[in-house]
């Protein structure tokens, strides 16, 4: 099983709207979640269950999909948002999706 | 708030041993699924090993499997990950991670880390 991130970097300008995607190999269930991570930081949170912003996340961070495929998306991005992405499901994470400044 | 602090890491030789700990504070911490996952230097991350609330489920991963054992002391609040037959591949920052609705739905609560050095 496995998760493929895409794609693997993203350049974008302050205020763009970010879309990050997320494919699995097989279709899974709707426990799949987007984690965001700085450098020298753990990773933190963002959406469970595909689409469910955790406690304390910006209301700019939305996830959706279902089946194979799915997607986290930044309305408009801050500065503190260019941080590099991960998707997982169960067991499993995906490779990552760097998002720069452009 | 939710606090885990990893310990333990080091450098070591290859086919050496590490215990690593997790102090949990709070939470409720015998009520938790907790995993350690882990993060080699530049990479993503791997989940490692699970243990259910009370310790009687334990799971790792195949590339562990064997090596590695996770236990936790529920009286003590502490997770901990014994590391035997260490290999250059194990080298990774080490986190000890709440879960959130089990099954490894998703992992809400991340310590800081523990750096586990495998080199000769």
């Known amino acids: 099983f496995v998760l493929t991130q895409s794609p693997a970097t993203l350049s974008l300008s302050l205020g763009e709207r970010a879309t990050l995607s997320c ?11 987007w984690y965001q991570q700085k450098p020298g930081q753990a ?31 930044i309305s408009s991005l801050e500065p503190e948002d260019f941080a590099v992405y991960y998707c997982q499901q169960r067991r499993t994470f995906g ?4 998002l720069e400044i452009k | ?12 030789k290859p086919g050496g041993s590490l215990r690593l700990s997790c102090a949990a504070s709070g939470f409720a911490f015998s009520d938790y699924y907790m995993s350690w996952i882990r993060q080699a230097p530049g990479k993503g991350l791997e989940w490692v090993s699970y243990s259910s609330s009370s310790g009687s489920s334990i799971y790792h991963a195949p590339s562990v499997q064997g090596r590695f054992t996770m236990s936790r ?17 194990d080298t990774a920052v080490y986190y ?12 809400d609560h991340w310590g800081q880390g523990t750096l586990v050095t495998v080199s000769s």
């Open chain 1, 95 to 98: 490779g990552g999706t760097k």
């Open chain 1, 43 to 73: 990773p933190r949170l963002l959406i469970y269950d595909a689409s469910n912003r955790a406690t304390g996340i910006p209301a700019r961070f939305s996830g959706s999909g279902s089946g194979t495929d799915f997607t986290l998306t």
């Open chain 2, 1 to 12: 708030q939710v606090q885990l602090v990893e310990s333990g890491g080091r450098l070591v």
């Open chain 2, 73 to 89: 002391d529920n009286a003590k609040n502490s997770l901990y990950l014994e590391m035997n037959s260490l290999r250059v591949e």
């Open chain 1, 23 to 33: 494919r699995a190999s097989q279709s899974v269930s709707s426990y799949l979640a």
């Open chain 2, 96 to 107: 000890c991670v709440t879960e959130w609705g089990g099954e490894q739905r998703a992992f």
